[in-house]
Nanobody, 126 residues
Framework: VRLVESGGGLVQPGGSLRLSCAASGFDFANYAMGWFRQAPGEEREEVSC????????SYKDSVKGRFTISSDNAKNTVYLQISSLKPEDTAVYYCAGQTKIFAGTRPCFNGPIEVWGQGTLVTVSS
Protein backbone atom coordinates (compact mmCIF):
# COMPACT_ATOMS: atom_id res chain seq x y z
CA VAL A 1 0.00 0.00 0.00
CA ARG A 2 1.58 3.22 -1.10
CA LEU A 3 0.65 6.86 -1.68
CA VAL A 4 2.86 9.13 -3.77
CA GLU A 5 2.26 12.86 -3.90
CA SER A 6 3.42 15.32 -6.52
CA GLY A 7 2.74 18.87 -7.59
CA GLY A 8 4.16 20.95 -4.79
CA GLY A 9 6.44 23.92 -5.34
CA LEU A 10 7.03 27.61 -4.88
CA VAL A 11 4.15 29.88 -5.82
CA GLN A 12 3.38 33.54 -5.34
CA PRO A 13 0.48 34.70 -3.17
CA GLY A 14 -2.73 34.44 -5.15
CA GLY A 15 -1.34 31.64 -7.27
CA SER A 16 -2.52 28.08 -7.78
CA LEU A 17 -1.18 24.55 -7.75
CA ARG A 18 -2.64 21.11 -8.28
CA LEU A 19 -1.42 18.39 -5.99
CA SER A 20 -1.77 14.77 -7.04
CA CYS A 21 -1.72 11.59 -5.01
CA ALA A 22 -1.37 8.26 -6.75
CA ALA A 23 -2.38 5.20 -4.74
CA SER A 24 -1.09 1.71 -5.33
CA GLY A 25 -1.53 -1.60 -3.61
CA PHE A 26 -5.17 -1.16 -2.78
CA ASP A 27 -8.39 -0.22 -4.49
CA PHE A 28 -9.50 2.97 -2.83
CA ALA A 29 -12.77 3.16 -4.74
CA ASN A 30 -14.82 2.25 -1.68
CA TYR A 31 -12.96 4.13 1.01
CA ALA A 32 -11.79 7.64 1.81
CA MET A 33 -8.84 9.74 0.73
CA GLY A 34 -7.73 13.22 1.57
CA TRP A 35 -5.06 15.73 2.42
CA PHE A 36 -3.41 16.96 5.58
CA ARG A 37 -0.78 19.66 5.95
CA GLN A 38 1.88 20.53 8.46
CA ALA A 39 3.41 23.98 8.68
CA PRO A 40 6.77 24.53 10.42
CA GLY A 41 6.34 24.30 14.17
CA GLU A 42 2.70 23.34 13.86
CA GLU A 43 0.74 20.13 14.24
CA ARG A 44 -0.49 18.24 11.21
CA GLU A 45 -4.05 19.25 10.35
CA GLU A 46 -6.72 17.87 8.06
CA VAL A 47 -7.36 20.02 5.01
CA SER A 48 -9.86 18.07 2.97
CA CYS A 49 -11.18 14.60 2.38
CA UNK A 50 -13.43 12.76 -0.04
CA UNK A 51 -15.46 9.60 0.22
CA UNK A 52 -14.59 7.60 -2.86
CA UNK A 53 -17.90 5.75 -2.79
CA UNK A 54 -20.28 8.70 -2.30
CA UNK A 55 -18.21 11.62 -3.55
CA UNK A 56 -18.99 13.52 -0.37
CA UNK A 57 -16.31 15.97 0.66
CA SER A 58 -15.16 17.93 3.66
CA TYR A 59 -12.94 21.01 3.92
CA LYS A 60 -11.18 22.89 6.67
CA ASP A 61 -12.97 26.22 7.10
CA SER A 62 -9.98 28.34 6.13
CA VAL A 63 -9.66 26.66 2.71
CA LYS A 64 -13.32 26.50 1.72
CA GLY A 65 -13.85 28.18 -1.63
CA ARG A 66 -10.12 28.07 -2.43
CA PHE A 67 -9.29 24.35 -2.37
CA THR A 68 -11.09 21.64 -4.32
CA ILE A 69 -10.60 17.91 -3.84
CA SER A 70 -11.39 15.48 -6.63
CA SER A 71 -10.55 11.98 -7.72
CA ASP A 72 -10.07 9.79 -10.74
CA ASN A 73 -10.98 6.27 -9.69
CA ALA A 74 -9.71 4.78 -12.94
CA LYS A 75 -6.26 6.16 -12.13
CA ASN A 76 -6.46 5.55 -8.37
CA THR A 77 -5.53 9.19 -7.99
CA VAL A 78 -6.86 11.99 -5.82
CA TYR A 79 -6.18 15.64 -6.50
CA LEU A 80 -6.19 18.84 -4.52
CA GLN A 81 -6.56 22.02 -6.53
CA ILE A 82 -5.31 24.85 -4.37
CA SER A 83 -6.02 28.41 -5.46
CA SER A 84 -5.84 31.96 -4.11
CA LEU A 85 -2.88 30.80 -2.10
CA LYS A 86 -1.79 32.71 0.98
CA PRO A 87 1.54 32.65 2.81
CA GLU A 88 -0.19 30.83 5.67
CA ASP A 89 -0.90 27.94 3.30
CA THR A 90 2.82 27.20 3.27
CA ALA A 91 3.25 23.64 4.55
CA VAL A 92 4.13 20.10 3.69
CA TYR A 93 0.98 18.57 2.25
CA TYR A 94 0.40 14.88 2.93
CA CYS A 95 -1.92 12.55 1.13
CA ALA A 96 -3.84 10.26 3.47
CA GLY A 97 -6.06 7.26 3.03
CA GLN A 98 -8.16 4.62 4.65
CA THR A 99 -8.43 1.05 3.44
CA LYS A 100 -11.55 0.12 5.34
CA ILE A 101 -14.91 1.68 6.01
CA PHE A 102 -15.43 3.38 9.35
CA ALA A 103 -18.87 4.31 10.62
CA GLY A 104 -19.47 7.89 11.64
CA THR A 105 -21.25 11.15 10.98
CA ARG A 106 -18.60 12.86 8.89
CA PRO A 107 -18.77 12.70 5.08
CA CYS A 108 -15.30 11.13 5.08
CA PHE A 109 -12.39 10.23 7.33
CA ASN A 110 -14.42 8.69 10.07
CA GLY A 111 -11.79 6.71 11.95
CA PRO A 112 -7.99 6.74 11.87
CA ILE A 113 -5.78 7.35 8.86
CA GLU A 114 -4.13 4.12 7.80
CA VAL A 115 -1.89 5.17 4.94
CA TRP A 116 0.29 8.27 4.51
CA GLY A 117 2.25 9.66 1.61
CA GLN A 118 5.71 11.12 2.00
CA GLY A 119 4.53 14.71 1.60
CA THR A 120 5.03 17.48 -0.91
CA LEU A 121 6.14 20.98 0.03
CA VAL A 122 4.07 23.99 -0.93
CA THR A 123 5.71 27.35 -0.35
CA VAL A 124 3.73 30.53 -0.87
CA SER A 125 6.01 33.52 -1.06
CA SER A 126 6.68 36.57 -3.17
Amino acid sequence: VRLVESGGGLVQPGGSLRLSCAASGFDFANYAMGWFRQAPGEEREEVSCISMSTGNTSYKDSVKGRFTISSDNAKNTVYLQISSLKPEDTAVYYCAGQTKIFAGTRPCFNGPIEVWGQGTLVTVSS
